[in-house]
């Protein structure tokens, strides 16, 4: 699936570094999303984006900061994370409610 | 109580079988119902999407709906190696104009037999 790529595929980072994730959809849709899949964890929603605004925020903490200049492109900054955040981190896209969610490849975390 | 409840498994199918998976939510409002396939170490894959009681068949793949029961099917006919996977069951709450929040349950992994 192409529609939805993410950058950079692997990133191994230092608990004090500061890295984005970068998600871009190819597929116009409205609507994109953060999730964390952990061992052994479901996976888990982190932010919603709708028309670039931010619609629903997962209890996330704030060492996570999401940013989506428009509705193709979604960042997730990343800085002073711990080791717990090692996870996979997926992009996903749907044109509206109710609709299917397509997901990017994902980015493969690891803190060190 | 999980919003959405699979049995992990692993759940093993002797090649050429029937593959059958359940899950169970716990919000009655849901609305759109979800199938996903994951393989390792990839992202989630969509193979069915029903919203209406009753079953859908795509291929060798059926999903069976009960709202009033509140679970959701996904039978795999003539399972196949390649099938081996991890499935998840995903559901979304009632209808809201802003975005889809979609809550994934574990995930059971299927293991197809040659």
């Known amino acids: 699936e192409t529609g939805v790529t993410q950058t950079p595929r692997h990133l191994v980072m230092g608990m004090t570094n500061k890295k984005s994730l970068k998600c871009e959809q190819h597929l116009g849709h409205n609507a994109m999303y953060w999730y964390k899949q952990s061992a052994k964890k479901p996976l888990e929603l982190m932010f919603v984006?709708?028309?670039?605004?931010?619609?629903e925020n997962n209890s996330v903490p704030s060492r996570f900061s999401p940013e989506c200049p428009n509705s193709s492109h979604l960042f997730l900054h990343l800085h002073t994370l711990q080791p717990e955040d090692s996870a996979l981190y997926l992009c996903?896209?749907?044109?509206?409610?109710?609709?299917?969610?397509?997901f990017g490849p994902g980015t493969r975390l690891l803190v060190l | 109580q999980k919003e959405v409840e699979q049995n992990s498994g692993p759940l093993s199918v002797p090649e050429g079988a029937i593959a059958s998976l359940n899950c169970t939510y716990s919000?009655?409002?849901?609305?759109?119902f979800f199938w996903y396939r994951q393989y390792s170490g990839k992202s989630p894959e969509l193979i069915m999407s029903?919203?209406?009681?009753g079953d859908k068949e795509d291929g060798r793949f059926t999903a069976q709906l009960n709202k009033a029961s509140q679970y959701v099917s996904l039978l795999i006919r003539d399972s196949q190696p390649s099938d081996s996977a991890t499935y998840l069951c995903a559901v979304t709450g009632p209808i809201k104009a802003a975005g889809n929040k979609l809550t994934f349950g574990g995930g059971t992994r299927v293991l197809v037999k040659p």
């Open positions: 029903i919203y209406s009681n």
């Open positions: 996903a896209s749907s044109q509206g409610a109710r609709e299917t969610q397509y």
């Open positions: 919000d009655r409002g849901s609305q759109s």
């Open positions: 984006y709708n028309f670039k605004e931010q619609t």
